[in-house]
């Protein structure tokens, strides 16, 4: 059984090896949320229409799922190239440069990520230390956080690993 799986997924994943894995992994986590969204909004509508009574906490739900799902799909776009790209100088620069420009870019977005990351592990901390919790459920708000900081640094590694790989492999 495990051997059909591996053979499906090298079928219907462009990547190879352990990033195939993580994109099946972190593309499962999405959909599953976004099925936990569906369902989730069709309670909330169905009783606030039938028994005019939303569902409590809905909106926190909402908002918590939509980061998971936001920040689950950001290094799977990444590491695919799915991001908008403007290449309206590529027909007068030469190849050198564009390489050049492809390994700044990466370098820097990756580097962005980084720090936003850090930044958001230095928030999620300091809501950990102050017990913070979301204000209907009462859901600590660090668990979030500190996902969104280590999606973060996921993406950083793969957007430099892709930049790398993009760039050697579009050598002349």
């Known amino acids: 059984m495990f051997a059909s799986f591996t053979a499906w997924v090298n079928a219907h994943y462009e990547e190879t090896g352990p990033v ?4 099946l992994c972190l593309e ?3 959909a599953l949320t976004l099925l936990f969204l569906m369902l989730l909004t069709c309670v909330d509508v169905f009783g606030r229409y039938v028994f005019s009574n939303s569902l409590n906490g809905a909106t926190e739900l909402t908002e918590v ?5 936001v920040f689950a799909e950001m290094p799977v776009v ?3 190239g799915g991001h908008v790209v403007v290449d309206l100088l590529d027909n007068w620069l030469s190849h050198r440069v564009i390489q050049v420009l492809g390994l700044l870019s990466a370098l820097l977005i990756s580097s962005a990520l980084y720090f936003i990351g850090v930044r958001a592990f230095q928030l999620a901390e300091r ?3 102050r017990g913070e919790i979301t204000e209907y459920l009462g859901m600590p708000t ?3 956080v ?3 900081a280590v999606m973060s640094w996921v993406t950083a590694a793969l957007m430099i690993s892709y930049g790398v790989y993009r760039t050697i492999r579009r050598a002349p």
């Open 146 to 148: 500190q996902y969104i």
């Open 142 to 144: 660090s668990y979030v």
């Open 127 to 129: 809501s950990a230390r």
């Open 20 to 23: 195939a894995w993580l994109a």
């Open 78 to 80: 990444t590491w695919r």
């Open 28 to 30: 499962s986590i999405a």
């Open 65 to 69: 799922g939509l980061a998971i799902l």
